[in-house]
């Protein structure tokens, strides 16, 4: 049975969740509690050495790094395909995967993790900090916002680049600060498909 090492809110365990359900695989979900430091325990840190999670076991075969676990997940597991077959659209794909990777997770989650963290500790977020994670991910909205407008999602049908977005989307949204997204009509309407599929929502109400 695939093991996934993961935290119910962790953004990189959802992706992971999500590319599970997509392919309507079974999993064990082992919890390792983040608010406990559990990551960085001496059993985490063997299967992850950045003591972060997530990290798998399949059958044996351990891996860590959520956006590798999605692609040997898509590739090894039954189920629809995750990754365009055709070369353009998967260098596209891997295209998109970077930029998320490179221009806006980074600054999305200098804001989701201030906030998060002031609400861990019963504290205020620093605005300031929150203003410059939100402002440094507009110019990767506009770009978004742009490919969207003739096409549903980023590379034809789902994908694994779509997937790769979801998280820091969904945590936009929760927290209030998604107004970037909002504003543009195609990124918006982009979110309103991903997060309606199935397979997210059961990504986001993963349990302990
Ligand atoms: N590049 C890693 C990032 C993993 C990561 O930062 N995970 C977060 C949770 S989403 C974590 O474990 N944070 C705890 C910490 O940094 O101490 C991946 O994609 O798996």
């Known amino acids: 049975m695939l093991k996934v090492y993961g935290f119910p809110g962790s953004t ?3 992706a992971v969740l999500c590319a599970l359900h997509e392919k309507g ?5 082992v919890n390792v509690d ?6 960085k325990a001496p059993a985490h840190v063997a299967r992850q050495p950045f003591g972060v ?4 076991d399949h059958d044996g075969f351990t891996l860590y790094e959520s956006r590798a676990i ?12 995750l990754t365009p077959k055709d070369p353009k659209q998967r260098a596209m794909m891997e295209q998109w995967i970077s930029v998320e990777s490179s221009y806006f997770t980074p600054s999305a989650m200098k804001a989701i993790l201030n906030i998060w963290f002031a609400s861990l500790k019963g504290g205020q977020p620093d605005k300031d900090v929150v203003a410059a994670g939100v402002a440094g991910i507009v110019p990767a909205l506009d770009v978004l916002d742009r490919a969207l407008a003739d096409k549903e999602h980023l590379c034809g049908a789902f994908s ?13 949204h929760d927290m209030g600060i998604a107004g ?15 997060s309606a599929r199935p397979s997210w929502q059961k990504a986001i109400t993963q349990k302990v």
């Open 25 to 29: 695989a079974p999993y064990e979900f």
């Open 70 to 81: 999605t692609r040997y997940l898509d590739e090894v597991l039954p189920g629809a395909s």
């Open 34 to 39: 983040l608010t406990k430091g559990e990551h």
């Open 160 to 172: 694994l680049a779509d997937i790769a977005y979801a998280p820091y989307l969904q945590y936009l």
């Open 12 to 14: 990189c365990t959802r």
């Open 53 to 56: 999670i997530p990290s798998i």
């Open 180 to 194: 970037g997204v909002t504003e543009r009509r195609h990124v918006a309407a982009w979110w309103a498909r991903v």
